[in-house]
Nanobody, 127 residues
């Protein structure tokens, strides 16, 4: 079992920055590929970033590429999402997720692939 706790959400103006953190506990964090997802009202949950358990490969959809950066610290058992140049359409509840993986170089972008989820943190971008 892995417990995930997100923090760092809040209200930010368009063009600003925000850093989300996700602290993990319960199992060996470094064996888990991690992802950040978001869900806006009336929309499906979507992956905005994913990272391998080794941290050497990442994924971003076009909607956030060049603006968001995912990183992880396997000593601190924490994964981060740095959000720059935010837009009103980035407004959503953001979730981190963990997937146990034997595959060092794999990341996962589908929510059904993930085993554990945090409770979510609200990000609101004002125009």
């Amino acid at each position: 079992q892995v417990q995930l706790v997100e923090s760092g959400g809040g209200l930010v103006q368009a063009g600003g920055s925000l850093r989300l953190s996700c602290a993990a506990s319960g199992r060996t964090f470094s064996n888990y590929a991690m992802g950040w997802f978001r869900q806006a009202p009336g929309k499906e949950r979507e992956c905005v970033a994913a990272i391998t358990w080794s941290g050497d490969s990442t994924y971003y959809p076009d909607s956030v590429k060049g603006r968001f950066t995912i990183s992880r610290d396997n000593v601190k058992n924490t994964v981060y999402l740095q959000m720059n140049l935010v837009k009103p359409e980035d407004t959503a509840v953001y979730y981190c997720a963990a997937k146990y993986s034997f595959r060092r170089r794999y990341y996962y972008t589908v929510d059904s692939d993930y085993d554990f989820w945090g409770q979510g943190t609200q990000v609101t971008v004002s125009s």
